[in-house]
């Protein structure tokens, strides 16, 4: 498993009239997490797209268990628990100030040839990096 | 069953920059599409936040299948498949100016007491709307 | 002058702990009172853009006079007081449900050629169809 | 003169389809540059709000000079010029990775007593703390 924690500082743009962060702005916390859980990693985004690489989203679920208030430093764990193939899928653990688990996300991601539109393999850029973190010791 | 179609402009705010929408901006899609289903009802969701109950998302899924292109019109169709008890489904089925289907969610939201912060049941303003598109004809 | 009226519903999305339209979610207005401008004279800001012409934002001031408040059909007359030659100037100004003065926006952008990246004059293809609105009878 | 440097990660979020942050997104900038600047010095502005201080936005200009790009790390210089009466402006200079200045705001919000909704001076526990910036030496 690799994984990285990240920060993020609930901003009064993000909030909503309950006083809690909308529920739509977790994406955005998302993909500073998986960003920076690269960029940890060694690979920058922008780099991967530029080199003709995408990755958009194919399908996201979120849990929301209680909510983050105006204010808060959050800590985003991005977890990633299986090697990519055409998929990647990032686990983002959100906890509170008193590191209380509030929110999960679970986002998966295709890679796509920008030229074709068409899907392919996670990029041997991220592969190599990120086989150490899943090799497994046999004896 | 009950189902509402309401419809969304995408913005250049909306877009990022793949020309695609941001993945995080479908939730104000649904939310959109919701508010307007129970609107059409004769639900005001602000006059519910009034009266004391509030609608906090519990949980939401999200799949994208094609991508949504700056300025196209699309049509959010919002769906109620089941009477809500304490919890509410809505999904939200998202396609695009050719009539083809890009995305579907499926939000779940619970009813809150706004006083006491406790989990209540579907406040019968809703249910009594939405009772007659659920009844069925036994014969 | 031109001008063009559009109507926006504030959402759950837009509001703010204070129970206000977020400051910084007006110009998402201003985008769209300017773009239905100039749909509503044949001009579609995507077929521009695709043709080569982009039109970044130079300069924007803005004007809170009252808040605009969640659920709340807005009202936003977009206005074009002068022909534009390098720049245009967009007034936007947004009015509540009782036609109350709550919003002025001013912004300015530019005309770009995508290829080369300076800043051309306004395309004749806005000219033309804004130049009935902005001829003098002079007897 | 009072002033505080904070950064920001431009976010895939933030970005159009021209490859720029949309020009809707600074203002969320200027607000982490002017609560980071009164918590370095000492002032949280949620403790302010529960103390029944609003600081709604009054008038806000911006000027933009170059494009913020994806992934960029931008420095947000926040000043405060004068001391606050029953307004207080910031005036937030955003430089790009290369320290070049690529444009600038200036937010103007005035101090609201919560419960009259009257504009107020500019509470005490801010002026004593600013007060030390804007003392001036006569001989």
């Keep these: 498993m690799y994984n990285h924690i990240s920060s993020y500082r609930v901003r009064y743009a993000d909030v909503d009239q309950m006083g809690y962060m909308y529920y739509g702005n977790?994406?955005?916390l998302y993909e500073i997490?998986?960003?920076?859980a690269l960029r940890a990693l060694g690979v920058r985004y922008r780099d991967m797209?530029?080199?003709?690489v995408?990755?958009?989203?194919?399908e996201n679920n979120s849990r929301y268990i209680r909510p983050a208030q105006y204010d808060e430093l959050l800590e985003i764990n991005c977890k990633l628990e299986?090697?990519?193939g055409t998929r990647i899928i990032f686990t983002s653990e959100i906890r509170n100030e008193e590191h209380v688990l509030i929110h999960v996300g679970r986002t998966t991601l295709v890679f796509l040839d920008e030229a074709t539109r068409k899907v392919i393999s996670c990029p041997p850029m991220i592969l190599e990096k990120l086989q150490p973190y899943f090799s497994c010791d046999t004896g």
């Design 82 to 84: 299986t090697l990519p």
């Design 26 to 28: 977790y994406p955005r």
């Design 54 to 58: 995408w990755m958009p989203v194919y």
């Design 49 to 52: 797209e530029e080199s003709g």
């Design 33 to 36: 997490g998986r960003v920076e």
